[in-house]
């Protein structure tokens, strides 16, 4: 409504002036032009926006899976509708890759926004845990949704095995500590007995490998164990001194 009447109000001026021989001022003439192109731009975005929200509806009540879980799929739909307008309108000030470094910065802000919500009281290494959990998440979705966006298959996964880095052993020794000591009122000998379990059954998984025995992974685990505890307390008693 408004954004006609932008572009109403300026052109009738101009061609009633014109009617009676009035001709308004260069400055008048400028405010008028400059408020019917806001006008004219301001219903172009409303009339892409109506269309935008008229094509969804057609294909979220023609797609046959909505049936199946009709509030994931709107979930979802919403998602993609808020996805594209984030893009545009980072694309209105924007350009080439500074799109995709302010997208990814928001992105960024909000990951460390849902962790102080999860629990303001967690410490630097559970707060760094969560970061790292979120966005691995993240960029599996974002690699499958590029990929999807440029028309091309589902990536492969890699199956094939390698050895850590000692970042990367680090990393992964450090979430698996803050996955099991992250609540502070479990007894430790629940958290020690989860671990223990974890490791079992971890154990009777690899066990099922050509050429490897549940008996071998058991003696290797415990002799791991106990120099992994021997070090662990060797660099404690460093830091204290």
């Not at 409504?1 to 101009?14: C, H, K, Q, R």
């Not at 003696?219 to 660099?235: F, G, H, L, N, Y």
Request: aromatic share 8%; net charge negative; charged share 25%.
């Amino acid at each position: 409504m408004l954004a006609g009447l932008l572009i109403v109000g300026p052109a009738t001026v101009f061609f009633g002036g014109a009617l009676v021989d009035w001709y308004p001022h260069k400055i008048v003439v400028v405010i008028l032009a400059t408020l019917c192109i806001a006008g004219i731009i301001w219903l172009y975005d409303e009339v892409r926006d109506i269309r935008a929200e008229q094509k969804l509806a057609r294909m979220t009540s023609e797609n046959p899976f909505r049936a199946q879980n009709s509030e994931a799929f709107d979930r979802g739909a919403k998602i993609n509708r808020w996805a594209d307008e984030f893009r545009r309108v980072a694309a209105k000030e924007l350009t080439g890759n500074d799109i995709a470094a302010a997208l990814v910065i928001a992105l960024g802000n909000e990951v460390a926004a849902r962790v102080f919500q999860k629990d303001p009281s967690y410490s630097p290494d559970q707060r760094e845990y969560w970061i790292d959990e979120m966005l691995d998440e993240a960029r599996i979705i974002m690699r499958e949704q590029a990929y999807r966006a440029a028309d091309l298959p589902t990536p492969p996964e890699h199956h094939e095995e390698r050895e850590l880095t000692s970042e990367e052993f680090q990393a992964l020794t450090l979430r698996i500590t803050n996955a099991a000591t992250k609540e502070h009122n479990i007894p430790i000998t629940d958290v020690l007995a989860a671990t223990a379990i974890a490791l079992g059954q971890m154990i009777c998984i690899f066990s099922e490998r050509p050429g490897a025995s549940a008996e071998g992974w058991v003696k290797w685990a415990q002799q791991a164990i106990a120099e992994a505890t021997q070090d662990a307390i060797a660099r404690r008693a460093a830091d204290k001194t």
